[in-house]
T-cell receptor
């Protein structure tokens, strides 16, 4: 079992839909990253959070430390949101452990 | 603008040849990392360095080598001992423990 599990692995939705991507982890962490990877491969950090909730534009990230679970929400989804979304947790001495990613496709 | 620069974006090499991937950052970050990504798999840690002249093996270090002679630079050499070198390689840096990570654009290495 992976230390960081994401669901779903693939998600296809229509433009405008509300999107939720989930991340569960089994190890003690200091912080959790949500990352976005576009087809070219480059990765952009969306959020880093260690408690509660953060919002940036149409993106919202929440984390529940007790339940070892985080969610990434996208409101009013758009085709340009199509990408792979990756959850990563800081474990121990600066080690980042990554989930396998969720491939999101938003159709117009 | 501050950031991490990886070069080249695409790299082709013949089997048996060593190849070095470049990673440079101007963010003044202490820690730097190399990750490998294979299709359908998550990123896996190859090597990391928390300070100049020091580095540690990650989960899949066999067949790779690194150096950290300058704070800004953390090159990765894929040696001929790496049995399956074709992959996407990502470099990252962080200012300190448990802080936000910054990523390069990656190098896609194809060995033929």
């Amino acid at each position: 079992k992976n230390e960081v599990e994401q669901s779903p692995q693939n998600l296809t939705a229509q433009e405008g839909e509300f999107i939720t991507i989930n991340c569960s982890y089994s190890v003690g962490i200091s912080a959790l990253h949500w990352l976005q990877q576009h087809p070219g491969g480059g990765i952009v950090s969306l959020f880093m959070l260690s408690s509660g909730k953060k919002k940036h534009g149409r993106l919202i990230a929440t984390i529940n430390i007790q339940e070892k679970h985080s969610s990434l929400h996208i409101t009013a989804s758009h085709p340009r949101d199509s990408a792979v979304y990756i959850c990563a947790v800081f474990q121990g001495a600066q080690k980042l452990v990554f989930g396998q990613g969720t491939r999101l496709t938003i159709n117009p | 603008d501050g950031g991490i620069t990886q070069s080249p974006k695409y790299l082709f090499r013949k089997e048996g040849q060593n190849v070095t991937l470049s990673c440079e950052q101007n963010l003044n970050h202490d820690a730097m990392y190399w990750y490998r990504q294979d299709p359908g798999q998550g990123l896996r840690l190859i090597y990391y360095s928390q300070i100049v002249n020091d580095f540690q093996k990650g989960d899949i270090a066999e067949g790779y080598s690194v150096s950290r002679e300058k704070k800004e630079s953390f090159p990765l050499t894929v040696t001929s001992a790496q049995k399956n070198p074709t992959a996407f390689y990502l470099c990252a840096s962080t200012p300190g423990w448990g802080t936000e990570a910054f990523f390069g654009q990656g190098t896609r290495l194809t060995v033929v």
